[in-house]
């Protein structure tokens, strides 16, 4: 019960009138204290009645207190039968507490596949609870948390946090940790992988100190190395970057006898090697428009460092025409074509003309840097046939995917995809074929060898890429490409066109005709093949379990093949179909969940300590064995002990009604009023004195 004011004037006018009245019992007092303190009784009395004081009486109902239990069902709880602990503890925890008078058992059970969010569900859980009724929180778990350094951040509670841990108490695990992963690096030059190997017990304990445990390498799937490495100590090696784009690099480590789980054995690291600038040598013979165009390809990519020479007369030349009027600078041949030849990426002859500046010499040495992984690229005009072409130059005609069968051939005529052209990524999608200008001369070939991607009138030739031992040869057998960077005749994508027959003799890998992939979503992995085939081979994948399918493809588009993989397990999978080798993964590879496995009471320690609650080792054999639940007061001292754990006894209650009564009737106010006023003008009048006298 309470006492509460509802006064019968607003609060500023009750203050003026305590004032006042106030005010006249001080003067009353002054005056005559006897009869002024009945005059104060008077003044207070009225102020009471102004008041209006009230009793007042709140119905209540008792609340029971919520004790909250958080199962921990993450994928790491799997483990060694884990879950099963998890499971009989809830269940008999929750019969305990629903045995004890005025508790209310809420549970709250949390997943986790990718990582274990504990102080997460533990804040959701505690927004809808509320905290004047929160008798103590249970968390069943291995101890492991993705987010434990939040725990020291979670707001007072005022109740006791209990964790029940699952795990054995000689459990281990074995793992292996990347420390430098680089994921980009230059070709030609390795970089450094460090790697180290840790077995662990609970509580992150290391074990095995000054042991070793056998690693194996692999490089894109091939087994390169296998050998033991001290355990605990950081190790590295250099892994070799020999050609430009994706290099996927796995470290597994031999298994440790009785360790929870081996997924954690391996580590994949993607390293994608680029080239530092892409060195290009641009031979020039007969001028022509086009020569702008190649000129203006290169240099506007920056990645590009070229290297651009105009052969015009021969070396040999004695004409008397004056030296001022030749060439600035004499053609260095030997230090392009035999000292420094290895050092360019792509060699570029635009329409050369043999005109003895280089010798047999210097096409031998051309071949074999094109045999030796080398690229060149012919862009030919009239001159390709004759005695002075590429082509009659025996020790470079070898090489070349055709020879001349006759002059060039005069005429418009529109260029057009191949069937080979379309499935291939040079070719395969480029831009608004239909809408393409025309070219107005073609060279007739006789082809020996390679792809024709792109032909002209009469399906002869007009684009052929091959390869050449280690190295690759494409040759363009028209000089008009330029017509299209003029846009005559509504023009056409010479840039995308030229910039990809680069990019391919250069071996980039986005444009390889063969290629394999894989792509993870949510729950489906997506098996990509390209291929020049009509019908490649099933492609073997091997999942996180260990298993190794074969899966067919279905073509989707010219050249490219797919096949999906719908709800999926998360994990690693690795895909191989002939020589061709991918890794992909659903969800995330190298998952935070199994990193550390191992039972750990330290990273939640900051709940338990912070509210006086229990760490407990709960698994016994197959079963779980719970400690002791006590019903304490809110105000005890300890809330858990080393075989019990305390539920708070909050006594909330929630009011269901509220009854107000006055203190006393208005009447009894007034009546004492009207008497204290009366003994004090008696009083004050002598008449009381007087009627004692007589």
Sequence with gaps: MNIVFDPFLPLW??????????????????RNWKSGVFRLIAVAALLA?????????????PLDDIALILVDDSASQTLDGRNDIAAD??????????????????????????????????????????????????????????????????????????????????????????????????????????????????????????????????????????????VGDEVGFNAPLDRPGGKIVELEVEALDGELTTRNNIAVLPITAIRDRLRVLLISGEPHPGERVWRNLLKS??????????????????????????????????????DKLSEFDLLIFDRYT??????????????????????????????????????????????????????????????????????????GDLPEEGFWGRWLRIMPVTQLSGRTLMDGPGAAPLLILD????????????????????????????????????????????????SLSLAGGADTLTIKRRSMEDAPPPVAITGPDGETTDYALTEVKPGLFEAKIENAPRGLYRARSGELFAIGAVGVAAV?????????????????????????????????????????RANAAQRSGEAWAGVLERRAARIESVKDKPLAPPAAWLLLIAAALLVGWLIEGGRLRAARNA
């Excluded at 006759?406 to 069937?419: L, N, S, V």
């Excluded at 994508?493 to 005709?513: F, Q, S, T, V, Y």
């Excluded at 407990?616 to 079963?623: V, Y």
């Design 13 to 30: 006018a009750f203050w003026i009138v305590a004032f006042l009245a106030g005010a006249f019992a001080a003067l009353s007092l002054a």
């Design 89 to 230: 503890a809830s269940e008999k925890l929750q019969a305990t507490l629903n045995a004890m008078e005025g508790v209310e058992t809420r549970v709250v059970r949390f997943e986790g596949e990718e990582d274990t969010r504990a102080v997460e569900a533990l804040e959701t859980a505690l927004a809808d609870t509320p905290r004047t009724r929160l008798g103590g929180v249970f968390i069943i778990t291995d101890g492991q948390a993705a987010d434990a350094e939040d725990a020291a951040a979670v707001p007072e509670l005022n109740a006791p946090v209990h964790i029940l841990l699952t795990g054995r108490e000689s459990e281990r695990d074995r793992k292996i940790t990347l420390t430098n992963a680089p994921r980009y690096g230059i070709v030609g030059q390795p970089v450094r992988v460090s790697f180290r190997i840790d077995d662990l017990g609970p509580d992150g304990e290391m074990q095995n100190a000054g042991g070793s445990a056998r690693v194996t390498l692999r490089i894109d799937g091939e087994a390169v190395l296998s050998q033991p490495v001290p």
């Design 354 to 427: 043999y005109r003895a500046v280089l010798n047999a010499y210097h096409f031998d040495n051309i071949a074999q840097y094109v045999k030796s992984g080398g690229a060149v690229l012919i862009a030919a005009g009239p001159e390709y046939y004759g005695a002075r072409s590429l082509a009659a130059q025996r020790n470079l005609s070898f090489i070349l995917p055709a020879s001349p069968a006759g002059p060039a051939i005069e005429g418009a005529f529109r260029p057009a995809i191949t069937d080979l052209g379309r499935r291939h990524p040079v070719t």
């Design 49 to 61: 009645l102004l008041a209006n004081p009230l009793m007042r009486e709140a119905e209540k109902t």
């Design 467 to 514: 390869r050449v031992g280690e190295g690759r040869v494409g040759v363009i057998l028209s000089d008009h490409v330029w017509l299209w960077a003029r846009g005559f005749d509504g023009g056409g994508p010479h840039a995308e066109l030229l910039r990809r027959i680069a990019h391919w003799l250069m071996k980039e890998p986005e444009l390889d005709e063969e």
């Design 592 to 632: 935070a969940e199994f990193e550390d496995v191992v039972m750990n009471s330290l990273k939640l320690a900051p709940l338990p300590e912070k509210t006086d609650g229990g760490f407990f080792r709960i698994r016994s054999g197959a079963r779980a064995s719970l400690p002791t639940i006590r019903r304490i």
């Design 301 to 338: 990519d920056p990645a590009v460092d070229l290297v651009h020479f105009t052969i015009l007369r021969p070396i040999e030349k004695s004409d008397g025409a004056p030296v001022s009027e030749l060439a600035l600078i004499p053609f260095p041949q030997d230090e392009l074509f035999v």
